[in-house]
């Protein structure tokens, strides 16, 4: 199939710089702030943004090399397919994060409960509408027998660098 | 920044052949048929996958040409950023759709709820889990005014074309 060509629009910045001890999801960042810093000439893009209160960020795990088909997952301690698991060791290293939107100045974002490394490319910002992004009644399959496990506590180590 | 190069993990086939007169998100898709055909390489990164009722895909929108930074929505009369927007006209033309997963037979996975154009190039899968997914409490800026649209009779037509 033919390949698709992405040049990020910007760049996150966060406080993390190692692979190890983040948090695994936004749900396990509350109150960790990043900036994204948007290329200039996607500024005018951003207007009307401001009256949403989360955005879904989709970025590049930029410090992952190569994949794995099925992996332990930090929520686990048994293997399961990559596309069962949201692990960054995939084909396309893709991550997607809806954080909280705080602040925009120019191409300046500000954002909070953020769980990528700093210097994370940045691929695109769409607003989160609930109508549309929720889902109820949903089977969480290998997830449901560790739903209780506290994420918030749970930290990330190095077994997908 | 550095270019980033995705290779489609699979395609999907859908009713859709047409740009125009499409639902315009999952929830107006309800009942619509697809399968994805995965590269047959990466059949043993759906272990488990079954046990969950939605999956959550990252494709092109592959029959975009470049992009516009405002645009008026299907959901609006108004013009707005193109980040505070879903349109599929932006900088990378990369779509979220999440589904509900219907059965997986080898590398063919039967899909319901699908709005994007048959032969859509596939990124990636993830399972959806609304406890890191679903967000409660959240504002939604210009989308507010416009909330009670019956999106589910709404359809596309050639704007983004």
């Known amino acids: ?11 996150i910045h966060t406080p993390f710089v190692e692979i190890n001890n983040m948090p695994i999801q936004p749900l ?4 960790v702030k990043g900036v994204i810093e948007l290329d200039e000439s996607f500024v005018d893009g951003l207007k ?8 879904t960020l ?3 795990f930029h410090k992952v090399d190569g994949y794995k088909l099925q992996v332990v997952p930090f929520m686990d301690t048994e293997p399961h397919g990559i596309f069962a698991t949201k692990a960054p060791k995939r084909p396309n290293a893709i991550g997607i994060s809806t954080v909280k939107l705080m602040s ?10 953020i769980d990528v490394l700093d210097g994370t490319p940045l691929i695109d910002i ?9 889902r109820e009644d949903v089977q969480i399959g290998w997830l449901e027998k560790n739903k209780n496990l506290s994420v918030e506590k749970l930290r990330s180590d190095e077994r997908f660098k």
Request: net charge negative; hydrophobic share 35%.
């Open 1 to 11: 199939m033919k390949e698709i060509t992405i040049k990020p629009i910007g760049v």
């Open 28 to 31: 396990a960042a509350e109150g």
């Open 48 to 55: 009307d943004l401001n009256g949403f209160s989360h955005i």
């Open 58 to 60: 989709i970025y590049q």
């Open 104 to 113: 925009i100045k120019n191409n300046l974002i500000e954002i909070e409960q």
């Open 126 to 134: 769409k607003p989160f509408y609930p109508r549309y992004d929720n």
